[in-house]
């Protein structure tokens, strides 16, 4: 049971390049959400999906489109990375909205 | 919008000692969510309180939804080296537009 699973760990992107950053649950859990983490800023939802087949903006969306696969699986899209999205990205996954969010190992982005 | 403040920004403590974080806000919350953060990790959850007035424990942990449903307090009692981190609490107002917010966080540091 390995709970939020994130891929890559690590990666580095040239200023317009694309990626699709990867997020699998296997808790069975119908809401997963994608953050990004910078220092001083605390965790901010970029987007999230209660639940399949629904995705919806959160606090910062510009830049970045996310695709609900199936119930296990909530992807990010990066299509045109800039320096600004530098960040370290969090995907969670909770039973329903309102319900405790548990987090994957992150994928750390830096885009030159 | 929505705002949760965690104060100071850094603890320091011996080895041994007590330890006490608050978190607060000006809006109400249904939820009260407290992870820690290790460095290079995701945030794992600690403590999940749902009703107004909640004390719940985990271990060593002990954290209370305050009856003003406006702020909720994380208790570490003799505090090991391990409790190193990074402290976030995060609130849910469970509406319509149910969704985290989250505090800054608070790095706490154990001296042996």
């Known amino acids: 049971n390995a709970g939020v699973t994130q891929t890559p760990k690590f990666q580095v992107l040239k200023t317009g390049q694309s990626m699709t950053l990867q997020c699998a649950q296997d808790?069975?859990?119908?809401?997963m959400y994608w953050y990004r983490q910078d220092p001083g800023m605390g965790l901010r939802l970029i987007y999230y999906?209660?639940?399949?087949?629904?995705?919806d903006k959160g606090e910062v969306p510009n830049g970045y489109n996310v695709s609900r696969l199936n119930k296990r699986e909530f992807s990010l899209r990066l299509e045109s990375a800039a320096p600004s999205q530098t960040s370290v990205y969090f995907c969670?996954?909770?039973?329903?909205?309102?319900?405790?969010?548990?987090f994957g190992p992150g994928t750390r982005l830096t885009v030159t | 919008g929505q705002q949760l403040n965690q104060s100071p920004q850094s603890m320091f403590i011996q080895e041994g000692e007590d330890v006490s974080m608050n978190c607060t806000s000006s809006?109400?919350?249904?939820?009260w969510l407290w992870y820690k953060q290790d460095p290079g990790e995701g945030p794992v959850l600690l403590i999940a309180?749902?009703?107004?007035?909640e004390l719940t424990s985990n271990g060593r942990l002990t954290a209370q939804f305050g009856i003003t449903r406006k702020d909720s307090f994380l208790n570490i009692s003799a505090s090991i080296p391990s409790d190193v981190g990074i402290y976030f609490c995060?609130?849910?107002?469970?509406?319509?537009?149910?969704?985290?917010?989250f505090g800054k966080g608070i790095t706490l540091s154990v001296r042996p």
């Open positions: 999906s209660a639940s399949e087949g629904t995705t």
């Open positions: 309180l749902y009703k107004a007035g």
């Open positions: 808790m069975n859990h119908n809401s």
């Open positions: 809006s109400i919350f249904n939820t």
């Open positions: 969670a996954a909770a039973r329903n909205r309102g319900y405790e969010q548990y």
């Open positions: 995060a609130g849910d107002d469970t509406g319509a537009n149910s969704k985290l917010t």
